[in-house]
Nanobody, 121 residues
Framework: QVQLVESGGGLVQTGGSLRLSCTAS????????MAWFRQAPGKEREFVAS????????KYVDSVKGRFTISRDNAKSTVYLQMNSLKLNDTAVYYC??????????????WGQGTQVIVSS
């Protein structure tokens, strides 16, 4: 079965940086749109960023534009989220997700277990 494993979360002060990683197995990673979502305490899950298989289409939620960068290394079956200039409201559990097909449906059927990001002042 498909497996997604996130890493890289932790504690950071406002203005700091973290890089999250998500490594996938048992799926056609190189042709699969990947995404990051997050869920803050007491809030619903929120889309953060996505990237198509070849990296030609990248999307971000407005609140992270200019601060976060999504990228991927298909040889390693890994997607990254570089987070800079972190703000208190970036605090959340961050989840990696994979498109249900290799054809960019943006319907995410596969999810990692999440990695915690806590931003403090």
């Amino acid at each position: 079965q498909v497996q997604l494993v996130e890493s890289g979360g932790g504690l950071v002060q406002t203005g700091g940086s973290l890089r999250l990683s998500c490594t996938a197995s048992r799926l056609t990673f190189g042709s699969r749109t990947m995404a990051w979502f997050r869920q803050a305490p007491g809030k619903e899950r929120e889309f953060v960023a996505s990237i198509t298989g070849n990296g030609d289409i990248i999307k971000y939620v407005d609140s992270v534009k200019g601060r976060f960068t999504i990228s991927r290394d298909n040889a390693k079956s890994t997607v990254y989220l570089q987070m800079n200039s972190l703000k208190l409201n970036d605090t959340a559990v961050y989840y990696c997700a994979a498109d249900r097909t290799p054809w960019n449906t943006r319907i995410y059927d596969y999810w990692g277990q999440g990695t915690q990001v806590i931003v403090s002042s």
